[in-house]
């Protein structure tokens, strides 16, 4: 299996990188061919939650939250965390905003090859499945076609209290919140993994928008002018295209 990646994060405009609280990995399982990739979103709102969104990405793509393991990861993690922001913790306001924790989406992808000659999937082919808490997106494109878009599917489904993994109660309404899906790729499918303000960018009017990615996603610069440009321009009701937020881009192309 063989597949080719790109992967920006940019922070909102006027902030620097060390202020960008996204957070993106992959990884290829050694010794079986399934390669994962993750994004997270931490909120503004809270306290260490880039910390919070890496340990999430990190996790996913180690392969801890596989196999039933997702509730068991958390609680580690949940530990790391309170570990982290404790030792940080100096001023009166941080000590207070630590007890509420951080907050966070996830949205986890695993790209499995087709290994076994008895697998039921077609020559060349293989398999893939997704986990999504929050408001993350996987596209799934063939032959410059959306085939889908995972959790959401309609920009007018964005709203502005998605639902988050806590990094102090990581198992609230994990049930209700955990979305998954999978499915089947080919040699030249695309994945693009994207936190929520590109998200809702593509989806707006993603006939017009899909072939942007391509030619602007080769290299950061490329990328940099891309959301630029819709941060800047406005729409009917003087809304910016793309709303000012952290932004990150994963594409996958399976070769």
């Known amino acids: ?71 068991e990861s958390l609680l580690e993690l949940r530990e790391l965390w309170w570990e982290h922001a404790s030792d940080r913790a100096q001023k009166w306001y941080v000590k207070e905003k630590i007890q509420r924790g951080a907050h966070a989406t996830l949205l986890g992808l695993s790209i499995f090859a087709s290994v076994h000659a008895a697998d039921d999937v077609s020559p060349g082919a293989g ?35 998605p639902s988050l993994l806590s990094s102090l109660d990581p198992l609230g309404n994990l049930s209700e919140d955990l979305r998954q899906t999978k499915g089947e790729w080919f040699p030249g499918d695309v994945f693009l993994l994207m936190t929520d303000a590109m998200s809702c960018w593509l989806l707006s009017e993603q006939h017009e928008r899909l072939p942007l990615i391509e030619p602007n996603s080769r290299d950061r610069r490329a ?25 990150t881009l994963m594409r996958i192309e399976m070769i």
């Open 1 to 71: 299996m063989d597949l080719r990646v790109r992967h920006y994060i940019l922070p909102k405009e006027g902030n620097t990188d060390d202020e960008c609280e996204d957070a993106c990995a992959f990884s290829q399982e050694e010794g079986a061919a399934v390669w994962r990739f993750a994004v997270a979103d931490g909120a503004t709102t809270s306290v260490f939650s880039c910390y919070w969104a890496r340990l999430l990405v990190n996790s996913y793509c180690s392969g801890q939250m596989q196999n039933g393991n997702l509730e």
């Open 223 to 247: 990328f940099q002018y891309l959301i630029d440009y819709f941060r800047s321009g406005r729409d009917w009701s003087n809304m910016p295209f793309l709303k000012n937020d952290d932004v």
């Open 127 to 161: 398999t893939f499945s997704a986990i999504a808490i929050g408001d993350a997106c996987l596209f799934h494109v063939r032959k410059d076609q959306l085939l889908s878009a995972f959790p959401i599917a309609s920009a007018g489904d964005f709203s502005t209290s």
